[in-house]
């Protein structure tokens, strides 16, 4: 390929992925600072809080850091998806078999960019899912009015529904 649309392909990805990190984890820490202005809220990632409060500004650290490598993960695979062996893109879910250690190495190259961007593909699904997890949480106890609209159900699963 040549190297214009080539190096035009990997900016493209790049901004674009970063474009979506930068949308999932303003998701994820909005959603973990609205929680964790509740009563009774604590973070539990050690990383991020020194134990009594929350710690925003490492918390923006953990993010840039996460951004960093998950982008590497989309040069890498954008820089040798033309190595990607026609049958694992036929069959992507059976790549997950092939076990490796060093993805550069050339038994692992025809399948590793696959796994790179699937990866940094399912580091943002689990930002969105953590901060819809967090949000849904978060709002399911609000207290409702007298005048809600029948239409609104608590969906929260009671202890008589499950099974003992």
Not at 41 to 64: K, T, W
């Amino acid at each position: 390929m040549p190297r214009q649309p080539q190096l035009r392909r990997l900016v493209l990805a790049v901004i674009l992925y970063l474009v979506l990190y930068s949308l999932a984890a303003f998701l994820d820490l909005s959603t973990t600072m609205i929680a964790l202005s509740r009563s009774g809220a604590h973070e539990g990632n050690s990383f991020v809080s020194n134990g009594q409060s929350y710690l925003p500004a490492r918390a923006l650290i953990v993010n840039l850091a996460g951004a960093v490598v998950m982008t590497a993960c989309v040069i890498f695979s954008v820089n040798h998806a033309q190595q990607v062996e026609t049958k694992w893109l036929d069959h992507p879910v059976a790549s997950f078999g092939k076990i490796y250690l060093n993805p550069w190495s050339a038994g692992a190259i025809g399948v590793s960019p696959l796994h790179m961007l699937s990866m940094a593909i399912a580091f943002l699904a689990m930002r969105v899912v953590a901060a819809a997890t967090i949000c849904s949480s978060t709002f399911m106890d609000l207290p409702r009015s007298e005048h809600s609209s029948p239409e609104w159900r608590d969906i929260r699963l009671s202890s008589s529904l499950l099974p003992s």
